[in-house]
């Protein structure tokens, strides 16, 4: 009998331990390159919270305990960024999400140059975020961009100005920049599931006498649902960590008016060199954006166990 053939009770011990770790075994770089590049500064990084951690006090480094949390707890700053976080997430998440679906239900319909047209329609996905702002900062400014004109000339604004300028319009400059941008996620990911619906499904809701609005509400969002869920669930935690488009448009300026949470870790860690203080921010941040994620998971999931 050959070793091939033997029972595995019978083979040495040496040989059953590596028959046994060899799926391990082909991971572990992968599981040892996460752990060095991901857990190490998340672990690192949580610690900082705890600690004072200031670059130019030389005297700094010691454990505060809760220290940096009570001082958030009467931070008017960030209570301000926590309630433009919301704001800026949620109407660049929700306009997003809309201009999206309703791009992806024109591509979906066969056209001569649709290829053409969907590799325009993604292009804003391919502009790097900092160009990006930067762009949208000179189209708002008045002496070098049209925005301020074209606005002014339809009656939205009473002088052609810089919104940016403005702490009651601002954060609308880099919710349009993030909406221009972000557009052609959600019309990427909605396009590719309505191409995996069956169009005999549509077939035989049209022979049964179903409008468009109808085949739309009763085939077409229904087998979207998970896509949107998944989507809706990853923009929203990317948005909140996005502060790209802030701080090269506005600083989070005027007067703190489009500082985010995110922009506002950025100021104490990169301005002030409070790494403390912005890893105590940055970890509020983190179990927030956590609490909202197991929500989305846990209300797909009862979605799905009811139907």
């Not at 033997?6 to 590596?18: C, N």
């Not at 001569?112 to 329609?121: F, M, P, S, W």
């Amino acid at each position: 009998m050959t070793l091939a053939a033997r029972p595995i009770e019978a083979r040495p011990l040496m040989r059953r331990l590596a028959i046994a770790w060899e799926p391990y075994l082909y991971s572990a770089p992968t599981v040892i390159l996460i752990v060095t590049v991901m857990l190490v500064p998340l672990v690192v990084g949580i610690s900082y919270a705890f600690r004072d951690i200031q670059l130019l006090n030389p005297f700094s480094g010691g454990y505060v305990g809760l220290a940096h949390f009570r001082e958030l707890w009467q931070d008017q700053a960030f209570f301000e960024a926590l309630r433009n976080t919301v704001w800026w997430t949620g109407a660049s998440v929700a306009l997003q999400f809309f201009f999206g679906l309703i791009l992806a239900l024109l591509l979906n319909v066969p056209f001569a140059g649709r290829g053409l047209v969907q590799a325009l329609v993604f292009l804003p996905w391919a502009v790097p975020s900092f160009l990006a702002g930067l762009n949208w900062a000179w189209l708002f400014n008045p002496v070098v961009g049209p925005l301020p004109h074209w606005l002014f000339a339809l009656g939205i604004l009473s002088s052609p100005e810089n919104i940016l300028s403005d702490p009651n319009l601002a954060m609308w400059g880099p919710i349009a920049a993030n909406v221009w941008w972000g557009i052609p996620f959600f019309a990427i990911t909605m396009l590719a599931a309505m191409q995996a619906i069956p169009a005999d499904l549509y077939e035989a809701a049209a022979i049964d006498g179903a409008g468009p609005l109808q085949r739309f509400g009763s085939i077409t969002l229904p087998f979207l649902a998970p896509t949107i869920a998944i989507t809706v669930l990853l923009r929203t935690v990317w948005i909140a960590n996005f502060a790209d488009l802030i701080v090269v448009m506005t600083g989070g300026g005027p007067a703190d008016r489009t500082q985010i949470l995110a922009s506002y870790i950025f100021t104490q860690a990169f301005k002030r060199l409070d790494f403390g203080y912005a890893s105590a921010v940055s970890l509020v941040l983190l179990v927030l954006l956590l609490i909202y994620s197991l929500l989305i998971v846990a209300l797909r999931q009862t979605v799905l166990n009811r139907s």
